[in-house]
């Protein structure tokens, strides 16, 4: 009996390293065959949300601290690969980026960019732009590498991405990806879900992800929905395209 309590924890030990063992091939598994692992268990492939905006337009804030930041509180994120594209009502001219609200948007499009390439993880980045577009207008740009500690980023490494060739780059590309929108946008935000746009109506947001997704058991929140209303305020003015100041 002594002995039996004696390797007791030992036991434990053991069994939660098998856990783990198991677990760690599972992940492994699912990184580097994922064609294999779809075509055994026929996953319902998960609904692409793409979010066009710039870092200082009220309705864009609106919309982060607002329906997004519900949509990972409802369960609705369970369902669907979440992109923001950080440029909106940007444009080149004369072989420089002018944004809509100035340089300083321009700047912090750059590190909302910078963070979302470095740390991939939605829930990371998000956290970050969520807490960015929860500060003042006037005031992200002094702030948000608050929001970047308080997260434990690399505030330094991002300030120098922005400012750097990588931020370059990055803008670049959400310029292609934002200019090859088809049909282009009008205004910003900028919401599709599986590519098509919501154009004005961003209150069917969540009812759009619910009809898009194909799995047969869809989160509790899309039978709650059904036909109520959502919760996006319907009176705002969109940030229409075209307006560069
Ligand atoms: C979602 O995006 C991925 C990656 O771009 C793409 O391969 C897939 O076809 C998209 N799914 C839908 C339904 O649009």
């Given at each position: 009996?002594?002995?039996?309590?004696?390797?007791?924890?030992?036991?434990?030990?053991?069994?939660?390293?098998?856990?783990?063992?198991?677990?760690?091939?599972?992940?492994?598994?699912?990184?580097?065959?994922?064609?294999?692992?779809?075509?055994?268990?026929?996953?319902?492939?998960?609904?692409?949300?793409?979010l066009y905006e710039e870092a200082l337009c009220p309705d864009c804030a609106e919309f982060i601290?607002?329906?997004?930041?519900?949509?990972?509180?409802?369960?609705?994120?369970?369902?669907?690969?979440?992109?923001i594209i950080p440029y909106g009502n940007a444009k080149?001219?004369?072989?420089?980026i002018r944004c809509q609200h100035g340089p300083d948007e321009c700047t912090l499009d750059r590190i909302e960019a910078?963070?979302?390439?470095?740390?991939?993880?939605?829930?990371?980045?998000?956290?970050?732009i969520?807490?960015v577009e929860?500060?003042?207008a006037?005031?992200r740009l002094?702030?948000?590498?608050?929001?970047?500690?308080?997260?434990?980023?690399?505030?330094?490494?991002?300030?120098?991405?922005?400012?750097?060739?990588?931020?370059?780059?990055?803008e670049?590309?959400n310029r292609?990806l934002t200019e090859?929108?088809?049909?282009?946008h009008r205004f910003v935000p900028w919401v599709?879900?599986?590519?098509?746009?919501?154009?004005?109506?961003?209150?069917?947001?969540?009812?759009?992800?619910?009809?898009?997704?194909?799995?047969?058991?869809?989160?509790?929140?899309?039978?709650?929905?059904?036909?109520?209303?959502?919760?996006?305020?319907?009176?705002?003015?969109l940030q229409l395209w075209g307006h560069v100041e």
């Open positions: 009996m002594a002995t039996m309590l004696h390797i007791f924890p030992y036991l434990i030990i053991i069994s939660l390293f098998l856990q783990c063992a198991g677990a760690q091939a599972r992940l492994s598994a699912k990184l580097f065959e994922p064609s294999v692992l779809l075509s055994k268990s026929s996953t319902p492939s998960l609904v692409n949300v793409t601290t607002g329906p997004l930041t519900q949509m990972f509180q409802n369960g609705l994120s369970a369902i669907t690969t979440l992109t080149l001219i004369g072989g420089s910078c963070v979302i390439d470095f740390y991939p993880d939605t829930h990371s980045w998000f956290s970050f969520s807490c929860q500060q003042p006037a005031s002094e702030l948000w590498p608050q929001c970047g500690v308080a997260l434990g980023l690399d505030v330094i490494g991002i300030q120098n991405c922005a400012d750097g060739e990588k931020g370059a780059e990055l670049a590309r292609k090859s929108l088809d049909p282009p599709t879900v599986d590519g098509a746009p919501l154009y004005e109506d961003l209150d069917s947001f969540f009812e759009r992800i619910c009809e898009a997704y194909k799995g047969t058991e869809k989160p509790e929140t899309c039978a709650r929905l059904d036909g109520a209303a959502g919760t996006y305020p319907s009176s705002r003015n």
